[in-house]
Each structure stands twice: as C-alpha cells, then as structure tokens.
C-alpha cells in the first residue's frame, strides 16, 4: 500500500492558524496590561508627595522624575512592539484565511464553467459519437457483406468455368458452338452461386468481430476504470460544479421558450440553480414530484412488550480502527431489503462510553422501501436534512440507554459516514456525540462543532467521498487521511488481485477496514491524536447489540 496524505487535525494547518490567532490574542492582552502599568508608572511622575521632595532635595528628585519617566517609556515601547506584533500576527492569520477563501471561491467558479462547458457539449458529442458508431459500424457491415458477395462471386465463377471445362472434355463437340459453351458458362456459374453462403459467411465474420470485442471488452473497461480512479479529480469538477453542469445541459432545451420557467415549476428552484446546495434541492424535488425519495419516518423492531428488542453480538468486540471499519461491513451484511442494522458498542469504562454504527447504502431503488438505508436517505442526507436512517440511529441511542451526558462515537462507511455527520452537525440531537469516524463519506459540507473530534478516511479514487464537491475542512478538530484504494485477496484464487480496484471497485468497506489498520499504525501526529482521545471507546470490557430499524 502506498503512503498517505493527511490533513487537518492536531499537525495541520487550521491547528497552526488557530495557535497563532490565539497567540495573537494573548500579545495584545499583554500589551493592554503593559500601557496600563505604564500610565501607572507615569502617574507617579505628578505624584504630590514626589514634588514637595523636590523642594527639599531637588537632585534627589530629578532624578525620580527621569527614572519614572525612563520606566514608563520603556514599558510603553514594549507595550506598543507587543500589541504590533499582535496585529501583524492576527493579520496574517486573516490574510491566510482570506486568500484560501478567495481561492475556493475562484476554484468554484472555475468548476462550474468547466462543468457548463461539459454539460452543454455531452448531449451533441454523445449523439455525434453514436452517430459515428452507427455510420461506421454500418459501413463496415455492408463491406464486409459486399466483400463476401463479390467473393462468392468470384467463387462462383471459378467453379462454372471447371464445371464447364470438364463438360467439355467429355464432349469436345462442344466447343464448335462458342455460344453454346458461353450459355453453358453461364448457366454453371449462377448454378454454383450460393446466397446462403454470402450469408453464413458474413455470420462468421460478424460473430468472430463481436467475440472479439467480448474478448477486448474487460480489458478496455478495466483500463478506462483505473485510468478514471487515477484521474478521479474530474468527479470534482463534476460535483462542485453541480449547478453548471445543469445549467449546461439543459442549455439547449432552454432556448425554447417556457423550458426554464417548467423546470423551475418541477424543482421548485429557480432555474438553472445557481448553488451547489440548490442543486441537491433540485435533484430531490423533482424526484418528489413523480413519487421517489419519500423518506417517510422510522422504528425499531420490538418483542413482546412492546419495547425495541436489542440483539445481542457475541464475541465482537471494537478495539481500534480496523475493527470500526470491520463492523460497518458485518451490519451491511446482516442488514438487507428489509430493515436497516444499527449496532452499538458499550465500553464499560469508567467513564462509559458508546459506539454507534450506522449501515451503509444497501438499496439503490429511489423509491423509498422498509430499509432506510438507501438512496432516498442519501439524498435527503445530502441536502443537509435528518432523515429516517437518523431518527432510527437516535431511538436506538434511545433504546439502550445512552443518557445526555455519555461520550459517543458516531461512525459510519458511505451513507453511515454521512448520517454520522448530519446527527453530529444537528444542535437539537441530545446526546453527548464526542467524535464521528468516516469511510468514503461525502461530509465536508457539514458544519460539525468544533468540540467534536472527526476522522475520514478517504481513497483517492473513491467517487462517493468526492460528492461534496469540496475538500474537508483543515480544523484542528477534523482530521483526514486520504490514500490509494489497496488490493484484497481474492476469495476463489486466495491471492491478491490481479487488478486495481480503480474508481468502480475502490467503494468498499474491506478496502477501508485494511486502509484503516494501516493508517492507525502509520505514526501521523494528527491520526495519533484522534486514537489517543478515542482510546476510552476502545478499551475495558464491552457489549455488542443490534437494532432493526425501518421505514414506515
């Protein structure tokens, strides 16, 4: 596996920049006392007892005056290189925050016009493209059926003549009648013509042509796929340049009178959206209007008493990272079409402590069903909203006893991720959540606290994490670690695959679970620090159970 790229965090930028504003603040709370001791000292320089001494002794005096003024001065000047340094110290902190803000806004704005630019090309490149296809694709088939009529032809004639030729040597009269063995030719040659072998051979060659491209379709689609996971930075463009890539291709259709003014009847937006945001809003109420992504609201499976029925893990137990990412995968297995699987991990303590795993993706239909873990919730999620998957994750909180002041982890793969940072990003959620863990988790668009400790684990090829359209943020409480996709042993060789997972495959949870070993041992300060404060959440004795959760 190759190395990582880590940001954010105790050693990154945003925790320099906050060091340094914080410093700021405490020259220029030092340069305050130092003029107030200064006019103190200054004070004394006017002081009534001081000046009737001046008369009784006036070189005694004098000298107090020039020493209180020298002190003062001298406190002053101090006061005043400590409260500059202050300013030039918090300046440089706005003037570095300033300029990566104008670089963002600059980077977006870029982005959408590279996207309008794709979007208002891809519908005529895509139709002159299939037309191409079509064009030769056609002529080559008619060559190929031209060629062989022209062959069989050919055949056909050669074969008459040897026909007509062994007819002659058994009757040599023939040939005092030229017109008799021309008609015989003839005759021969169209006998010998075979319209089913034109068609059987142009068969062959259009079957061997399509096994061929059978053949050659795995390794060119293999290639395009890790040709696009190590040029995955496109999604980027894609994503953040959501609102022009709509406004691009529907640029066209636009011109026509009234097309604007219907789109923005069926999302609800003004059209074309302008924001990243507004585009999911978009995406979402349009999908509304014909029925797909109604979120509806959540339960958990009960017992007899009519209370949420926990089902207890046995010998499961979370210990470090690897086993976070191992989890997330069991509760996707265990979960399916019907109900969602929330797992929490209680740590003994003291102090107690919770894990709660929240499922993955695992029903791409966008037409909500029973398990709320699908797309629906992703694009509810995605606008910023809470939605069934969440209030689900809240009773199972609920359920098992986690009270208002219990440290929580939240942690999750894909939509897990996601759902983890909506509940952490959400003031009125009441419960204590302390740290999120991410894996391939679109969530630099949510505003967690900054008291909540964050770690996500990104591969560069993965298109989910690339959602957002936007980097993490660079905070000294979010940490991010972002490397290649590795390659896993695969089951029916026992061997390590063969090919790079590349942007269609790098999507999984195993992938993370082994990224996420590899980065606990890496030695990152900023990973280091987030372990060291997750380190009650790993430790002590522990119990594992399961909620069913589901839509209704």
Same mark, same amino acid.
């Given at each position: 596996m190759s190395g990582i790229t880590v940001s954010g965090g105790a050693g990154g930028v945003g925790a320099r920049l906050d060091d340094m504003r914080l410093q700021a603040q405490q020259l220029a709370m030092l340069s305050t006392e130092l003029i107030?001791?200064?006019?103190?000292?200054?004070?004394?320089?006017?002081?009534?007892?001081?000046?009737?001494?001046?008369? /009784? %002794? =006036?070189?005694?005096? &004098?000298?107090?005056?020039? $020493?209180?003024?020298? *002190?003062?001065? @001298?406190?002053?000047? +101090?006061?005043?290189?400590?409260?500059?340094?202050?300013?030039?110290?918090?300046?440089?902190?706005?003037?570095?925050?300033?300029?990566?803000?104008?670089?963002?806004?600059?980077?977006?704005?870029?982005?959408?016009?590279?996207?309008?630019?794709?979007?208002?090309?891809?519908?005529?490149?895509?139709?002159?493209?299939?037309?191409?296809?079509?064009?030769?694709?056609?002529?080559w088939m008619l060559t190929v059926a031209g060629v062989n009529i022209v062959v069989e032809g050919v055949d056909s004639l050669v074969e008459g003549a040897q026909q007509t030729l062994d007819q002659i040597g058994?009757?040599?009269?023939?040939? /005092? %009648? =030229?017109?008799?063995? &021309?008609?015989?030719?003839? $005759?021969?040659?169209? *006998?010998?013509? @075979?319209?089913?072998? +034109?068609?059987?051979?142009?068969?062959?060659?259009?079957?061997?042509?399509?096994?061929?491209?059978?053949?050659?379709?795995?390794?060119?689609?293999?290639?395009?796929?890790?040709?696009?996971?190590?040029?995955?930075?496109?999604?980027?463009?894609?994503?953040?340049?959501?609102?022009?890539?709509?406004?691009?291709?529907?640029?066209?259709?636009?011109?026509?009178?009234?097309?604007?003014?219907?789109?923005?009847?069926?999302?609800?937006?003004?059209?074309?959206?302008?924001?990243?945001?507004?585009?999911?809003?978009?995406?979402?109420?349009?999908?509304?209007?014909?029925?797909?992504?109604?979120?509806?609201?959540?339960?958990?499976?009960?017992?007899?008493?009519?209370?949420?029925?926990?089902?207890?893990?046995?010998?499961?137990? +979370?210990?470090?990272?690897?086993?976070?990412?191992?989890?997330?995968?069991?509760?996707?297995?265990?979960?399916?079409?019907?109900?969602?699987?929330?797992?929490?991990?209680?740590?003994?303590?003291?102090p107690k402590s919770y894990i709660v795993q929240i499922p993955s993706t695992q029903v791409w239909n966008p037409d909500a069903g029973p398990a709320a873990n699908d797309s629906t919730s992703d694009v509810v999620a995605m606008q910023g909203e809470q939605t069934a998957l969440a209030s689900a994750v809240l009773d199972a909180m609920r359920a098992a006893g986690i009270s208002s002041t219990d440290p929580v982890m939240l942690e999750g793969f894909s939509l897990g991720g996601i759902t983890a940072g909506l509940i952490a990003s959400d003031p009125s959620v009441p419960f204590n959540i302390t740290h999120v863990a991410t894996a391939g988790s679109p969530v630099a668009r949510y505003d967690i606290p900054d008291d909540v400790q964050v770690l996500s684990l990104e591969f560069e090829e993965d298109p989910v994490a690339r959602l957002d359209g936007r980097e993490n943020p660079d905070r000294a409480n979010w940490t991010t670690v972002q490397g290649d996709a590795p390659r896993l042993i695969d089951p029916a060789t026992q061997e390590l695959e063969e090919d790079g997972p590349g942007i269609a495959f790098s999507h999984n949870s195993h992938r993370y679970e082994e990224f996420a070993d590899h980065v606990a041992s890496a030695g990152d300060p900023s990973v280091d620090t987030f372990v060291d404060s997750a380190d009650p959440f790993f430790s002590g004795d522990q119990t594992v159970v399961d909620y069913r959760g589901t839509r209704q």
């Open positions: 107030g001791r200064s006019g103190s000292a200054a004070a004394k320089a006017v002081d009534g007892d001081l000046l009737e001494s001046m008369i /009784l %002794s =006036p070189v005694t005096g &004098a000298a107090a005056e020039g $020493a209180i003024v020298l *002190a003062s001065g @001298s406190l002053l000047l +101090v006061a005043t290189e400590t409260g500059v340094s202050a300013v030039f110290l918090e300046g440089a902190v706005v003037a570095y925050e300033t300029a990566d803000q104008l670089i963002a806004a600059a980077t977006v704005a870029l982005h959408n016009g590279v996207a309008f630019v794709i979007g208002v090309l891809a519908v005529p490149v895509a139709l002159v493209a299939a037309a191409g296809v079509v064009v030769v694709g056609g002529a058994d009757n040599p009269w023939l040939l /005092l %009648s =030229p017109a008799g063995v &021309a008609g015989l030719f003839t $005759a021969n040659s169209i *006998a010998a013509y @075979s319209p089913q072998e +034109v068609i059987d051979r142009t068969a062959a060659t259009y079957a061997d042509a399509l096994a061929r491209l059978q053949e050659l379709a795995p390794i060119a689609g293999q290639a395009a796929n890790e040709w696009l996971g190590d040029n995955a930075w496109i999604e980027d463009i894609l994503t953040d340049g959501a609102p022009g890539l709509l406004a691009g291709l529907t640029f066209l259709p636009g011109l026509l009178p009234g097309f604007n003014g219907l789109m923005s009847v069926v999302t609800g937006q003004g059209w074309p959206p302008l924001t990243y945001e507004q585009a999911i809003d978009a995406i979402a109420t349009g999908g509304g209007r014909f029925g797909l992504f109604e979120d509806g609201t959540a339960a958990l499976e009960v017992g007899a008493d009519g209370k949420p029925k926990p089902r207890a893990v046995p010998d499961t137990e +979370v210990r470090g990272l690897g086993d976070l990412m191992n989890g997330s995968s069991e509760i996707d297995r265990i979960g399916g079409d019907d109900f969602s699987d929330i797992r929490i991990v209680e740590s003994a303590g003291p």
